[in-house]
């Protein structure tokens, strides 16, 4: 909901400061005196283009911010783009003579792109706009959806959609597929024997790396152990000097106990250095240069070496690799055509999307015809009294067409005139009819997408009683939402809950217009003005007094927030 919203040198406004309320609040004044300025200012808090001659002549450059209550909707998109939510978003553009317009969302530099993006969740504005929503198709069927409360099945085939997308994906991915499978199947499965019969196993590489090493340096090895042998067991080696060691300490020992402990440590040592000794003898004795063996473990690690170089790889890789073939061809002799498979999921997936669309598309059809005589009726009374309205649905046939909100395409057809036959609402109706069509359905569906709803002149071409439904149909929807309605017409003027009136001034040699909320006697002065001119007397006070009081009566004070 729109709060509050300030304008600084923005085309004839200096400075304006005005807050917002719940329910319909109605703007007036005089032809030209900048009713539209308002509407221009927040079409471009919500990313609409803007130039250097909006800003007021004499100044720098125009400001605006627009402060507005959070929405779930907004929440969530206020997460997705990374700004931590708030109690009230703040929009604010700059917009300066030179260079290039600016726009911050709570501080925070936006692109226009975001700026729309956010504004389709806060505001609709439904006026002389080409653009509107209600021209798309897409929108047209998701307003029979929200008529014919085809929620639930919506989304059962949006579910059914997504599913049989995915399998016809997977099924063209196999088939594509399928062309270079041969080749690329008789390559792994040469890779598959090739590793079973170089038959790899973990640690293989490092216990040959190790053998080798020990094969090649056998004589230094033979050496090194002889040298230790004599070092240890020769005559005065270190096991007769340590036996030498132990007796003299042993005699000691029998004149001073605390000598024990030294006498036990070198028994113990006498006893592995003879162990080591013995062990050193047996590995000696089966010490033997093998050639051959040598060989062997240099062919098999040139093997492995090979395989790594063939695959770019390490060991581990090629142990992973040979793991993942495994799988494969393993997992390969039991299972069935893959390709097949594939084909009955995506026949079985679309059988059940086209049975839920012929669902959802029997209640639109069923649907349709009684969404176009509500909004007939509707337009009808709106003004438009010859208004023949048409919902034409038709199934696209081709499945490119289909989406996840079925396979139905729908147009809303119109005829205006007597005598002429209906046609595509985008081809017939005026800025002002698309309005009180837009009316008709928010009015109908009470929709709630947004929280404020932005109808600029709904009002154009029409007086009297029509232009009285207008401002009731208006006053209904401020029930449930934040209404803002620029008019030219009492009847829908007296049905404001709070009443907006802009004038021309002129100070300091400059025209400005200025905006501000009328209290109960200037508003009298206002409708009465609207309804006959410059020229007040005290039979249009009293028709003005009876317009607002018939408003008020009307529809209770229980949701006003202004009262007359």
Not at 236 to 255: D, N, P, S, T
Not at 295 to 323: F, P, S, W
Not at 476 to 498: E, F, M, S
Request: proline letters at 2%; glycine letters at 8%; one cysteine or more.
């Amino acid at each position: 909901m729109l709060l509050d919203l300030q304008i600084r040198d923005f085309a004839l406004i200096r400075q304006l400061d005005i807050a917002f309320h719940e329910g319909l609040t109605v703007l007036t004044g005089e032809t030209g005196a900048g009713k539209s300025i308002l509407i221009d200012a927040i079409s471009l808090l919500m990313g609409d283009k803007g130039t250097p001659q909006m800003v007021r002549h004499g100044a720098e450059q125009a400001e605006i911010i627009g402060i507005f209550a959070g929405t779930v909707q907004t929440e969530q998109w206020l997460n997705k783009q990374g700004f931590e939510m708030e109690e009230q978003i703040i929009v604010r553009r700059l917009l300066p003579l030179q260079g290039r317009s600016r726009l911050f969302l709570n501080g925070r530099a936006i692109s226009s792109q975001q700026a729309r993006e956010l504004g389709t969740l806060l505001l609709d504005i439904l006026g002389q706009h080409a653009h509107l929503q209600l021209l798309k198709p897409e929108r047209q069927l998701a307003l029979l959806d929200r008529f014919a409360n085809s929620g639930e099945q919506l989304a059962v085939v949006g579910q059914h959609w997504r599913a049989w997308r995915e399998a016809r994906q997977d099924w063209e991915q196999r088939r594509s597929a399928q062309a270079d499978h041969a080749a690329q199947r008789e390559w792994r499965e040469f890779l598959h024997q090739e590793l079973q019969r170089v038959a790899l196993r973990p640690g293989e590489w490092e216990e040959l790396q190790e053998e080798e090493r020990r094969l090649a340096a056998v004589e230094q090895i033979r050496a090194g152990v002889d040298t230790a042998l004599v070092a240890l067991d020769e005559e005065g080696g270190a096991l007769l000097r340590l036996g030498e060691a132990q007796r003299g300490v042993g005699q000691a020992a029998q004149k001073d106990p605390q000598l024990t402990n030294s006498m036990e440590l070198l028994q113990a040592a006498e006893i592995q250095m003879s162990e080591a000794i013995e062990e050193l003898r047996n590995y000696l004795h089966h010490l033997e240069a093998e050639p051959e063996r040598l060989a062997q473990v240099a062919r098999r690690l040139q093997e492995l070496q090979d395989l790594q170089r063939k695959h770019r790889t390490d060991m581990d890789g090629l142990l992973a690799l040979q793991a993942q073939l495994a799988a494969e061809f393993g997992s390969d002799r039991g299972a069935g055509d893959p390709l097949a498979a594939a084909a009955e999921l995506l026949r079985h997936c679309l059988a059940q999307y086209q049975q839920q669309a012929e669902i959802l598309s029997r209640a639109r059809q069923d649907a349709a015809p009684r969404l176009a005589a509500a909004v007939q009726e509707q337009v009808r009374a709106l003004g438009m009294q010859h208004a023949i309205v048409e919902l034409r649905l038709r199934t696209q046939a081709e499945e490119r067409h289909w989406s996840s909100s079925g396979w139905d395409h729908l147009e809303i057809w119109i005829s205006v005139n007597p005598g002429h036959p209906a046609q595509p609402l985008t081809m017939v109706a005026s800025g002002g009819e698309l309005a009180r069509i837009s009316l008709a359905l928010q009015v109908l569906l009470k929709l709630d997408e947004v929280e404020t709803l932005i109808f600029d002149e709904v009002d154009v071409g029409v007086g009297g009683a029509v232009a009285e439904r207008i401002g009731k149909l208006l006053r209904q929807l401020g029930k449930t939402h934040q209404v803002l309605c620029v008019t030219h017409l009492p009847q829908v003027a007296a049905q404001g809950h709070q009443h907006l009136h802009v004038e021309k001034i002129v100070r300091d040699g400059q025209t400005e217009s200025q905006l501000r909320l009328l209290p109960p006697d200037e508003r009298t002065n206002e409708i009465a003005r609207m309804l006959g001119g410059s020229e007040i007397d005290a039979r249009l006070r009293s028709a003005a007094r009876k317009l607002l009081d018939d408003a008020a009566h009307s529809s209770g004070s229980a949701a006003s927030t202004q009262k007359r």
